[in-house]
């Protein structure tokens, strides 16, 4: 079993083997985890946000939810999750995106996609391979007319959710550093990691 | 199949003349295309018959790692249904295309394409030098999808025949195209019909019109777009 602790607004990475879980604890409550999956073996099949949805025909991912990949297979399932509803939709956070969110003033803060980028680097993956990801813990509901909101979050210290891998699954992680918007309840926190063969 | 040269095009839309038009096809159904256009054309996509499903994806011409980017073209302007004003945004925080006129209304930039559109992109996307890594998610246009308050989905389909898209490009871009069935379309064998493809050279969104100052996102995502054209050119 691998315990660790990802520091607030720090990137983090693993291969989590077919059959392993990986469980993901909202150590303080309220922070969102911006999360990409990759086939361990050929990075070119990755997560897929829009065939994720189409395939459960629900926006939200909760507890049974399926993450595919873009040639539609599973990479992992979410086999517990005591939050009820996350998020893969609103995207990570960019120094880019959050000029355009807040404001130039914003663009030297760290942001989701340095970390992905840094990390990624690790394993070999580039710009290109960055793909609408999953945000664990992040709130975004979608009113009738379409409207989109970060509200606050419907998680809690201690609250966690667990993904089991339906293959060798590489993970990339960014503990959000976003410090603009609720998602992280304006404070980023750390969270645990737990990998259990 | 397409019209050469484009200026033979019958019917040039109204204060179109003929000279500027650089792209007429039409996509048959189940086909795809692509093409590089120059900042400030307008392409226009018409959904002949009522059974089209448009699948799009856009790439900055000059560096195609700069891409659609999905997930900030639905957060930024809040917004997850494409209509007339939404901004199609790269990673860069730039519009790549503006919509200036729709009269269907029923888009998704949610479920992708799917099987079907992610083949004809991979062999239309190969034509570019670009890889099946280069293929992010897409969005469609023509037939509408709806998320409910469990965000559940609901399909809306077509707004019937001779409904149309107008996009502006506001960099040069590379245009892929495919016509195929929605990822979510519940009929069991739809039949997907064909989609008319125009475009004419014009100018780009500049500070005077009104959608530059629509909202300070977009006046920020079409500053960062001008800034990096003037930088480059």
């Not at chain 1, 070999?124 to 793909?131: A, C, P, Y």
């Not at chain 2, 095009?9 to 120059?38: I, R, Y």
């Not at chain 2, 004003?85 to 479920?111: N, T, Y």
């Not at chain 2, 969104?205 to 960062?224: G, I, S, V, Y």
Request: proline share 8%; net charge negative.
């Amino acid at each position: 079993m691998i315990e660790q602790t990802v520091p607030a607004c720090a990137p983090w990475s693993a291969v989590v083997p077919a059959g392993a879980t990986l469980r993901i604890i909202d150590l303080e409550g309220n922070q969102a985890v911006d999360f990409l999956l990759y086939n361990a073996h050929d990075t070119a099949e990755r997560y897929s946000a829009p065939d994720t949805i189409a395939a459960q025909g629900n926006v939200f991912l909760t507890a049974g939810s399926v993450l595919r990949s873009n040639l539609g297979n599973p990479l992992m399932t979410i086999v517990s999750d005591e939050v009820g509803r996350h998020d893969t939709i609103g995207g990570a956070c960019s120094k880019e995106s959050n000029t355009l969110r807040y404001g130039h003033h914003t663009k030297h803060q760290h942001a989701c996609v340095e970390n992905f980028l840094a990390e990624g680097a690790k394993w070999g993956l580039g710009k290109r391979d960055l793909v609408s990801n999953i945000n664990w813990y992040m709130n975004v509901p979608i009113e009738e007319d379409g409207t989109l909101g970060i509200v606050d979050g419907i998680s809690a210290p201690g609250l966690s959710l667990t993904l089991r891998a339906e293959i060798d699954t590489l993970v990339l992680v960014s503990n959000c550093p976003q410090i603009n918007n609720p998602c992280n309840g304006f404070n980023p926190t750390p969270v645990r990691m737990v990998l259990t063969p | 199949m397409p019209t050469l040269p484009a200026s033979s095009w019958p019917e040039p839309p109204q204060g179109v003349s003929p000279a500027e038009l650089t792209w007429a096809e039409v996509v048959a159904p189940g086909g795809a295309t692509s093409k590089v256009l120059s900042r400030g054309t307008s392409l226009r996509l018409r959904d002949l018959h009522g059974q089209a499903c448009a699948h799009l994806l856009l790439y900055n011409a000059d560096q195609p790692w700069e891409r659609l980017n999905v997930a900030d073209t639905v957060k930024i302007p809040w917004q997850a249904y494409l209509g007339v004003g939404h901004p199609l945004l790269s990673d860069q925080g730039r519009v790549l295309a503006s919509i200036v006129a729709d009269d269907s209304g029923r888009h998704d930039a949610l479920c992708g394409g799917g099987a079907p559109a992610r083949a004809r992109f991979v062999n239309v996307a190969a034509k570019h030098g670009l890889e099946p890594r280069d293929l992010p998610p897409s969005v469609s246009l023509f037939q509408g999808v709806r998320v409910q308050h469990d965000g559940s989905l609901a399909w809306l389909g077509s707004a019937g025949a001779g409904c149309a898209v107008t996009l502006r490009c506001e960099l040069p871009l590379v245009v892929l195209l495919a016509d195929v069935q929605h990822p979510v379309d519940p009929r069991p064998e739809p039949e997907v019909t064909a989609l008319e493809v125009l475009a004419w050279r014009g100018r780009a969104t500049q500070p005077e019109d009104a959608l530059w100052t629509a909202t300070p996102e977009l006046q920020r995502a079409f500053e960062n777009t001008t800034d990096y054209w003037e930088a480059r050119t």
